[in-house]
Protein backbone atom coordinates (compact mmCIF):
# COMPACT_ATOMS: atom_id res chain seq x y z
CA UNK A 1 0.00 0.00 0.00
CA UNK A 2 1.73 2.79 -1.41
CA UNK A 3 0.16 6.67 0.04
CA UNK A 4 0.87 9.60 -2.42
CA UNK A 5 -0.13 13.05 -1.52
CA UNK A 6 -0.58 15.62 -4.31
CA UNK A 7 -0.56 18.72 -4.13
CA UNK A 8 -1.12 21.04 -7.14
CA UNK A 9 -0.59 25.03 -7.67
CA UNK A 10 -0.79 27.84 -9.87
CA UNK A 11 2.49 29.76 -9.56
CA UNK A 12 3.56 32.60 -11.33
CA UNK A 13 3.34 33.51 -15.01
CA UNK A 14 0.58 30.83 -14.98
CA UNK A 15 3.25 27.53 -14.97
CA UNK A 16 1.46 24.88 -12.68
CA UNK A 17 3.57 22.13 -10.84
CA UNK A 18 2.76 19.43 -8.61
CA UNK A 19 4.20 17.91 -5.45
CA UNK A 20 4.24 14.35 -4.79
CA UNK A 21 5.10 13.83 -1.05
CA UNK A 22 5.72 9.93 0.12
CA UNK A 23 5.06 8.53 3.56
CA UNK A 24 8.68 7.46 5.04
CA UNK A 25 8.07 4.40 6.28
CA UNK A 26 4.60 3.72 4.62
CA UNK A 27 5.62 0.57 3.43
CA UNK A 28 9.19 -0.49 4.48
CA UNK A 29 10.84 -0.20 1.62
CA UNK A 30 13.30 2.39 2.34
CA UNK A 31 14.56 0.36 5.32
CA UNK A 32 14.37 -2.53 3.26
CA UNK A 33 16.51 -0.24 0.36
CA UNK A 34 18.88 0.70 3.04
CA UNK A 35 19.26 -2.85 4.88
CA UNK A 36 20.47 -3.71 1.42
CA UNK A 37 22.98 -1.07 0.55
CA UNK A 38 24.73 -1.72 3.78
CA UNK A 39 24.83 -5.48 3.57
CA UNK A 40 26.25 -5.29 0.58
CA UNK A 41 28.77 -2.14 1.78
CA UNK A 42 29.68 -4.87 4.27
CA UNK A 43 30.68 -7.97 1.97
CA UNK A 44 32.59 -5.43 -0.51
CA UNK A 45 35.84 -6.92 -1.33
CA UNK A 46 39.01 -4.82 -2.04
CA UNK A 47 41.61 -7.79 -2.46
CA UNK A 48 42.81 -7.78 -5.90
CA UNK A 49 41.11 -11.40 -7.73
CA UNK A 50 41.86 -12.92 -10.91
CA UNK A 51 38.90 -14.07 -12.56
CA UNK A 52 40.26 -15.21 -15.88
CA UNK A 53 43.81 -17.21 -15.53
CA UNK A 54 43.69 -17.36 -19.58
CA UNK A 55 43.98 -13.66 -19.46
CA UNK A 56 46.77 -13.47 -16.98
CA UNK A 57 48.73 -15.65 -18.46
CA UNK A 58 48.51 -14.22 -21.98
CA UNK A 59 49.57 -10.80 -20.19
CA UNK A 60 52.04 -12.00 -18.60
CA UNK A 61 53.62 -12.84 -22.49
CA UNK A 62 52.92 -9.65 -23.96
CA UNK A 63 56.20 -7.52 -24.22
CA UNK A 64 56.14 -4.36 -21.83
CA UNK A 65 57.97 -1.08 -21.72
CA UNK A 66 57.58 0.47 -17.93
CA UNK A 67 54.67 -1.56 -17.64
CA UNK A 68 52.75 -0.87 -20.48
CA UNK A 69 52.39 -3.01 -23.28
CA UNK A 70 54.17 -2.58 -26.36
CA UNK A 71 53.69 -4.09 -30.29
CA UNK A 72 56.19 -6.92 -31.12
CA UNK A 73 59.36 -6.19 -32.66
CA UNK A 74 59.73 -8.08 -35.60
Known amino acids: LKLRLIIAFQGFCGESASIHLY ?3 ADGGR ?3 VS ?3 E ?13 EVRKLNAEKRPRIKGRFVKRQQ
Open 23 to 25: PAA
Open 40 to 52: KRRMRLFSKKIRY
Open 31 to 33: EAR
Open 36 to 38: RYR
